[in-house]
């Protein structure tokens, strides 16, 4: 007959117990690492960036003589059209011998300047342009008036004896005239242009439209230039009423800067003319040569002057919310990289803008937290950089999740 043999009850639990035990530590030990494993940054993607585009009109030149034209502000705005060499520029002369007096004698808009007494050598100028056809002004011998008064009867009312008289009294001849508007001319990089005499009825004082520009963004950047090339009419003792021989003062925004007529350079008109665009007041400097009468060319500086306002144009280049990028975790597929602020900017003629965005490495992150950059090129415009942030937040998952999904964030 076989013996039975009995174990000890606590011989058969005890491998049970270590198994269960063993068991339990393992799903202790998996649950303690699912819930604090550390996550990996999220995965970062760039959306596409569409540039803004914007249909834009020609410029409406003329199809004689030189035309010239610029925003200053924008570069690359210069636009010119037809004879590119230099031209005669008549009266607009009066502007380089304004500039180069007030170099000599300055004044300020509130200052009059000091008192001129005219001679007898700066009264003869009277009979000696009157008898070339030039625009002439009353000056008595011993008339007596203040430099800035002086300065409205040769830019306003474009009187050359006044212009020869202004150079005599500051320079103290001609020739010494010459020598300082030569270097002036030089100084201010204005190397196609020439000034033989103060007044423009010689026909060799010479520019390039291009150099007008810049001549007449010089004129409008004097406080007093300006200031007197954009008054209407005002009345000179002896002289009289004076009204300015610039027709379009007052219109299609034009505040400057000097007509010119001579038989060999046409009718001429250097100008300047303030626009508001979008919250910005700009300006544009032009010149025109070669017309044929003023009322003509006034009509064609007008349509000029219309086409290139219509040129100036706001890009929008982001908008508040703007999405750039994304971020993806395993617990939440998508959140955002948007734009801080809305940014715009004002320019002139077609524009190309490019972005670059730059994202950083996030893991976890509160709404509005910044996260990034995008870098806006724009032609002829300084960069522009706006920030970017999350559009909302990338918390840590609930430990549901980590226990669910283990490991699947690290």
């Not at 076989?2 to 068991?23: D, T």
């Not at 808009?109 to 030039?134: C, E, K, N, V």
């Not at 008064?149 to 500051?170: C, I, P, T």
């Not at 395993?330 to 959140?335: E, I, S, V, Y």
Request: proline share 5%; with cysteine.
């Amino acid at each position: 007959m076989s013996r039975v043999v009995h174990r000890p009850r606590s011989a058969v639990r005890r491998p049970v117990l270590i198994s269960v035990v063993a068991v339990v530590l393992v799903a202790v030990a998996y649950l303690v690492a699912a819930a604090v494993v550390p996550f990996a940054p999220a995965t970062v993607s760039r959306a596409t960036y569409a540039a803004p585009t914007a249909t834009l009109p020609a410029l409406s030149f003329p199809g004689y003589g030189a035309t010239a034209v610029e925003a200053p502000g924008f570069a690359g705005s210069l636009q010119t059209s037809g004879d590119t060499g230099q031209r005669s520029i008549a009266s607009i002369s009066k502007v380089v011998t304004a500039l180069v007096v007030l170099q000599a004698h300055p004044l300020t808009t509130s200052d009059d300047g000091p008192t001129i007494t005219f001679t007898a050598a700066q009264h003869a100028l009277y009979d000696q342009y009157l008898a070339l056809d030039g625009e002439v002004a009353a000056m008595p011998v011993g008339l007596r008036l203040s430099e800035r008064q002086a300065f409205e009867v040769m830019l306003m009312k474009s009187a050359n004896n006044y212009a020869g008289a202004l150079a005599l009294w500051s320079f103290g001849s001609m020739d010494a005239y010459r020598t300082a508007v030569h270097a002036w001319l030089s100084a201010h990089d204005l190397d196609h242009t020439t000034i033989e005499e103060p007044t423009g009825l010689d026909p060799h004082n010479t520019a390039t439209a291009s150099d007008l520009v810049h001549l007449g963004e010089l004129a409008i950047a004097n406080p007093v230039v300006k200031q007197i090339v954009g008054t209407q009419r005002t009345t000179i003792p002896t002289v009289g009423p004076i009204e300015n021989s610039n027709k379009l003062l007052g219109m299609d925004g034009v505040e400057g800067i000097k007509t010119g007529t001579l038989d060999q350079a046409g009718a001429c008109l250097l100008f300047a003319a303030t626009y508001q665009r979008g919250g910005h007041t700009v300006t544009v400097v032009g010149a025109m040569l070669g017309g044929r009468d003023h009322d003509s060319l006034d009509v064609d500086v007008r349509r000029l002057l219309d086409s290139v306002a219509d040129n100036f144009h706001v890009v929008t280049l982001t908008n508040r919310g703007q999405t750039f990028g994304h971020y993806a975790t395993p617990w939440r597929p998508r959140t955002d990289a948007v734009a801080a602020s809305a940014r715009s900017v004002l320019v002139w003629g077609r524009t190309t803008v490019t972005a670059r965005t730059r994202l950083e490495q996030v893991t976890f992150g509160r709404r509005g937290e910044r996260v990034g950059t995008v870098r806006f090129t724009i032609d002829h415009h300084a960069p522009v950089t706006v920030p970017l942030e999350l559009d909302a937040s990338i918390t840590e998952p609930d430990l549901w999740w980590r226990w669910t999904n283990p490991f699947q964030g690290a």
